[in-house]
């Protein structure tokens, strides 16, 4: 029986080291941080023990060793069979790029209040626009006394972060989320204006996360976000913008693609709105496909209005350079670059480095 349990021992810990060792290099950093976000003692030990290069200790020669043998057949035996070979405790290393970045399953659920990131981390130390907005306006507060002096050139950069408030709203589905993106452009280079702070973008917002697990047309339906989000830029007089807006995100996978289609609408308070017409220019949605290729993060934004032929698109490309640090390329046509640019029309092109895509 022992030689036995030894030829399976070699079997199953040899198909666990040939599973890990599949893992390809560049999710090597996303596993890591999905094992770090197990609560679970005995997951969080196998999903670490289960990384490429990781030394697995108490094997089951060892543990053998140290039990007497039972009598073939008795219930201490196949308990301690079961024990020797316990089925492997579900870990992220099999989960997909979208299941693991929304915790969309046991293997996967982080712990409540940490802090995680949410959408693209990056600075572009350079950023330049063809047609740089220098007398912004809106119907309802008009434009600036003067126009701006805007350098064509400037600094752009973005901090999200979001933390887990709520786990499980109905059985084991159903997570809440509070999320905060802040986004600025700097006219660093601009010396006749003292450099200052173009605009800040303030992004907060509240939202449910819900698994589907769908197959749909070839792709997997992975999750539904549904939440409120305000977006102003802090600005008072005729700079002053600001919209609310619920949405519901949709989000398929299929291999290294991933599909988000979001569409919303206006929740405005009764009062004055500082820019009625922003759907005019921005729409009633977006959508973003993004695709992993080798090294390579790829990925495409597109927004529509139909009835007012405007719209905008964005193209993303980064690279590994150093450990999470990446080479960030950022490529923008048409209207909202920027809240204050809403109605505004441009080409822009910034290059940086990125942390988070």
């Known amino acids: 029986m022992r030689l036995i349990l030894w030829i399976c021992a070699g079997v199953l810990f040899g198909s666990v080291e040939t599973s890990a060792t599949a893992v390809p290099e560049d999710h090597l950093q996303d596993t ?22 990781a ?63 949410y959408k693209p981390v990056y600075a572009l130390p350079a950023r330049w626009s063809s047609n740089p907005n220098e007398l912004p306006e809106t119907p309802t507060l008009g434009t600036p006394a003067r126009p701006d002096n805007v350098d064509s050139i400037e600094a752009k950069f973005q901090l999200s972060l979001r933390t887990k408030i709520w786990d499980d709203l109905i059985a084991d589905n159903g997570d809440v989320w509070v999320g ?17 702070f173009r605009e800040t973008n303030y992004s907060p917002e509240v939202f449910t996360s819900w698994r589907t697990g769908l197959n749909l047309f070839g792709l997997r339906w992975q999750m539904l976000n549904i939440g409120f989000i305000h977006q102003s830029n802090g600005q008072g007089d005729a700079l002053s913008r600001s919209w609310n807006r619920v949405y519901a995100l949709f ?22 709105d500082d820019n009625p017409d922003i759907e005019e220019f921005l729409g009633h949605g977006d959508l973003k496909v993004v695709w992993r290729r080798g090294r390579h993060d790829l990925g495409l934004t597109t927004r529509w209005v139909p009835d007012e032929n405007r719209g905008a698109v964005q193209f993303d490309w980064h690279y590994p350079l150093i450990g999470d640090l990446k080479a960030y390329l950022q490529l923008f046509h048409g209207y909202g670059e920027t809240l204050i640019d809403y109605n505004h029309k441009q080409t822009t092109i910034g ?5 988070v895509q």
Request: charged share 25%; proline share 9%.
């Open 180 to 196: 905060m993106t802040q986004q600025s452009s700097w006219q660093a280079y601009n010396s006749t204006e003292s450099k200052p």
């Open 351 to 355: 290059l940086g480095v990125s942390l």
């Open 55 to 117: 030394n697995v200790t108490g094997g089951p020669a060892e543990v053998a060793a140290a039990e007497p043998e039972q009598p073939e057949g008795s219930n201490t035996k196949r308990a301690q069979e079961r024990w020797i070979f316990p089925p492997p405790p579900a870990t992220p290393l099999d989960r997909s790029r979208m299941v693991r970045r929304w915790e969309l399953d046991d293997a996967t659920h982080g712990g409540l209040l940490r802090i995680r990131t």
């Open 32 to 53: 890591i941080d999905a094992c770090r976000a197990l609560e679970n003692p005995m997951r969080r030990l196998a999903c670490y023990d289960a990384i490429p290069g």
């Open 251 to 272: 989000g398929f996978e299929r291999n290294a693609w991933e599909v988000y289609l979001r569409s919303w609408v206006r929740a405005e308070p009764a009062g004055v």
